[in-house]
């Protein structure tokens, strides 16, 4: 359970995100890509944000590192919004505390560049000016924190000479360099051969109990999330949609889209995973996340939903508050009917609303 007296390094408050596109036509049209968004990240704990792909968790992440200013809503550094006009120096005491990783660690080095170009031109942009002998010590230092060691193996090497888990430690490396306070991981093992994903996940991990730091781990994977992260957000369409101590939401989903995400994902304790393609067929609209363009009304889950009655089709759930620091945005709370969660996987359900509708 999250400690609500711990005052949060980065926060977002009712975040929204919007931009302007054209159609195919050249008629204008806005996709809603991140909607009422509230997130808090606290010193020494890691929150994931799960949801499948086009769900905003992406967008999400680059308006928390201020790659895109918020359509409506506030962002806090450290208890102070952090605001529209970018001054010089408050945009880099900005950079220096939050550090974003991509997905793809060669696209996040310079090409160019070895090794030890990528890190010191880290310090030098956010610690001035060092002697050489404390500039090297410093580089040696970062690469023996996320286990590239001995260092001098690896200070004078492009970035297409190391392996993809390398080339990741040395991103982690660069952002590590300017001692931030948050570290936004976009994705960051998803790219990994499946061997190295879980030293990453330990060195993340070690990162948060040692420095304390405050990290936003973004992923499709529940299975990851659950073995790194202290909470889970989960996004869909845009919206957060139900969150909570990891354990309690995996174990015990309150939304019917989280129900569906824990059965999706591989579990040895379980007999049968949820197959989209075996469930859904040729039924795209009940397949296929919505168009952000043009987003049902209502709860933007209804039409994959198995429970969905008339007031989910127009009407935005309420917030149910449950127990242990849990929230989720669903009807059956409302009516009383949240156990129906419980009775029968969600490939029995939704196949069941198929046949229903077939009829």
Known sequence: ?????????????????????????????????????????????????????????????????????????????????????????????????????????????????????????????????????????????????????????????????????????????????????VLLGDEPISMLDVSIRLEMLNLLDSLRREEGLAILYITHDIASARYLCDDIVVMYAGQMVEAGPKDEVISNPQHPYTKLLVESSPDPHRDVAVDREAIFGDADELGEPPSLIDPPTGCRFHPRCPFAMERCRTTEPPRAVLAEGRWADCWLHEVGRAEELHEAPMTELITRRLSEETR
Do not use: C, W
């Open 1 to 181: 359970m999250t400690d609500t007296t711990i005052r949060p390094v980065l926060e977002a408050i009712d975040v929204s995100k919007h931009f302007s596109v054209a159609n195919g036509i050249g008629d204008a049209a806005v996709v809603r890509a991140v909607e009422g968004v509230s997130l808090r990240l606290l010193p020494g704990r890691i929150v994931a944000v799960v949801g499948e792909s086009g769900s905003g968790k992406t967008t999400l992440a680059r308006l928390l590192a201020r790659f895109y200013e918020p359509t409506t809503g506030e962002i806090r550094l450290a208890g102070a919004p952090v605001g529209r006009t970018r001054r010089a120096r408050s945009e880099k005491t900005y950079r220096k505390a939050v550090q974003l990783i991509f997905q793809d660690p060669f696209g996040s080095l310079n090409p160019l560049h070895r090794v030890r170009h990528n890190l010191e031109r880290a310090i030098a942009l956010h610690h001035g000016r060092m002697s050489r002998q404390a500039r090297d010590e410093r580089v040696a230092s970062l690469l023996e924190r996320v286990s590239l060691v001995p260092a001098s193996d690896y200070l004078d090497k492009f970035p297409h000479e190391l392996s993809g888990g390398q080339r990741q430690r040395v991103v982690i490396a660069r952002a590590l360099a300017v001692e931030p306070r």
